[in-house]
């Protein structure tokens, strides 16, 4: 079966309440020079890939508050029309990796634990693209480090 990948243009609008998110959606919210992903695991909960979020420190698979994955950001919906796992299913698949401490930028991130939740193929279209466009992305990395640079010095 041939993998379609969700546009940026299929994202739709922020949603407003906790309520309004459907079981194992696939969450999106910005951060400086990047999109951070999340399973949500209904109850105003989300599972995802800590990765940087703490700084210059790696985090595991967690499950946090949808205001705390959101960071204070507008959260969208990845839309994923030819998902094989979706609802509870999906959501027990994101629980059963619930503490895993394995995060790779490149092979192993937010977005790549979605993936797999929601299709059973882990990817990145964010690591796809700055592969192809090497110049987008070291602009991409810088903003990153300064970012975590400025998340280490406030918390410092």
Do not use: K
């Not at 079981?23 to 109850?43: D, E, K, N, Q, S």
Request: hydrophobic share 35%.
């Amino acid at each position: 079966m041939p993998h379609h990948h969700a546009r940026q243009d299929e994202y739709r609008d922020s949603a407003s309440h906790a309520a309004d998110l459907p079981l194992g959606a696939h969450l999106v919210t910005g951060r400086h020079g990047y999109a951070h992903h999340g399973i949500y695991a209904g109850h105003g909960r989300v599972i995802h890939y800590a990765g940087f979020a703490r700084a210059l420190q790696v985090g595991p698979v967690e499950e946090t508050s949808l205001e705390a994955f959101a960071g204070g950001r507008a959260v969208s919906i990845r839309l994923e029309p030819c998902a094989r796992f979706v609802g509870q299913e999906a959501v027990a698949r994101a629980r059963s990796r619930l503490g895993e401490n394995r995060y790779r930028l490149l092979s192993n991130n937010c977005e790549h634990f979605c993936t797999w939740c929601l299709s059973g193929e882990s990817r990145s279209e964010q690591v796809e693209t700055c592969l192809r466009r090497p110049h987008a992305a070291l602009q991409t990395m810088l903003r990153l480090v300064a970012n975590l640079l400025q998340v280490s010095l406030r918390t410092a």
